[in-house]
């Protein structure tokens, strides 16, 4: 056993965080268990199930940290770079705008592998 000798409660009693103090319950002469006792105002707790301990009170996190979506970015800045608005080869047509290496029409915002940055 290798518990500290206090912790914290958030007592039920006085409504303080405060110090909990373990003692030893006898029955007669035999320790058969531990209860505590909050520091403030001495209510007494019989066991440690029932001793609102701080640490107990914290809900679980159902989410780990990890699980945590990435900041939201629909295009990183590499990325934008290689639109075919951003492309030499777009052609700006009254039609539309066309890919020069494929000869499709492409969107601005097309991703595009032959990509080649348009000189400014
Ligand atoms: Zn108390």
Redesign the pocket.
């Known amino acids: 056993m290798n518990k500290p000798q206090a912790r914290e409660i958030n ?1 039920s ?2 409504g ?1 965080v ?1 110090l909990v103090r373990a003692e030893p319950v006898y029955d007669g002469f035999k320790k058969v268990g531990e209860c505590f006792v ?1 520091t ?2 001495g ?1 007494q707790y019989a066991s440690e199930e029932e001793t609102p301990f701080v640490n107990a009170v914290a809900k679980p996190t159902l989410f780990t940290e990890a699980d945590r979506p990435e900041k939201v970015s629909v295009f990183s800045e590499d990325e934008r770079q290689r639109c075919c608005a951003y492309c030499r080869e777009m052609v700006l047509n009254p039609f539309g705008q066309r890919c020069g290496i494929t000869n499709r029409f492409v969107e601005a915002t097309d991703l595009c592998e032959k990509f080649a940055k348009k000189e400014k």
């Open positions: 007592c009693a006085c303080e405060t909050c403030a105002c209510k």
